[in-house]
């Protein structure tokens, strides 16, 4: 099955620097990679979602890039603010299974006012 | 509605015993699915249900775990005997059908078995 790894585990920044989580993942028949931010005492929701015939994508202050080569995709947060602290999570879906979701151990982001 | 809802909001229960744990997708959304999340990991997937229908159920982890979804709206998530390595948070989600992959997730159920 699909198996997906992600880093930093914590990662502290200063209010209005940029903030940068990746992932990699070990199925190439991948192809959806979601990111999900959750808050505490709630569920995970959805922030932005990238497929796999795409490289990048941006929203706002936050975009996606993927690197289908290498099996690994990043999330950017610039000129980050206090309410982006939260618990981060990636995940990936497998071809074929395209509704379940592998979701990777999180990255608690800490932005330091 | 207009989220995901999902009842009780805490479960605690004595270990052997038997519970269900209820979920209310968003109006209009025939997927349906079940993760269990323990703390400090991410969500894993539990099951699917596409319409009444478990599409997918590969992630429950032994026969002890069942869930129905009868009308193909309400589910019920039921963990019969349970164990104290049961304990964690069980989250519900919902999406449309159409290719959208997007899940909306409610807040969970955290389950401790004492």
């Known amino acids: 099955g699909e198996n997906v790894e992600q880093h930093p585990s914590t990662l502290s920044v200063q209010e209005g620097d940029s903030a940068v989580i990746k992932c990699t993942y070990s199925?190439?028949?991948?192809?959806?990679f979601p990111w999900y931010k959750q808050e505490l005492g709630k569920g995970p929701q959805l922030i932005i979602d990238?497929?796999?015939?795409?490289g990048e994508k941006k929203d706002q202050r936050i975009a996606v890039t993927l690197n289908k080569t290498a099996k690994h995709f990043s999330l950017h947060i610039t000129e980050t603010q206090p309410e982006d602290s939260a618990v981060y999570f990636c995940?990936?879906?497998?071809?074929?299974?395209?509704?379940?979701?592998?979701f990777g151990s999180g990255t608690q982001l800490t932005v330091l006012p | 509605g207009a989220g995901v809802s999902q009842t009780p909001s805490n479960k605690v229960t004595e270990k052997g015993k038997y519970v269900e744990l209820r979920c209310d997708p968003i109006?209009?959304?025939?997927?349906l699915y079940w993760y269990r999340q323990s703390l400090g990991q991410g969500p894993e997937f539990l099951i699917y249900?596409?319409?009444?229908?478990?599409?997918?159920d590969s992630g429950l982890p032994n026969d002890r775990f069942f869930a129905v979804r009868p009308e193909g709206s309400v589910s019920t998530l039921k963990i019969q005997r349970t164990e104290r390595g049961d304990s964690a948070v069980y989250l519900c989600?919902?999406?449309?059908?159409?290719?959208?992959?997007?899940?909306?997730f409610g807040s969970g159920t955290r389950l401790t078995v004492v």
């Open positions: 989600a919902s999406s449309q059908t159409g290719g959208s992959y997007g899940y909306t």
């Open positions: 199925d190439s028949a991948s192809n959806y």
């Open positions: 990238i497929r796999s015939n795409v």
């Open positions: 995940a990936a879906s497998l071809s074929g299974s395209a509704r379940q979701l592998t």
């Open positions: 109006s209009g959304h025939t997927a």
């Open positions: 249900f596409q319409g009444t229908g478990a599409a997918d």
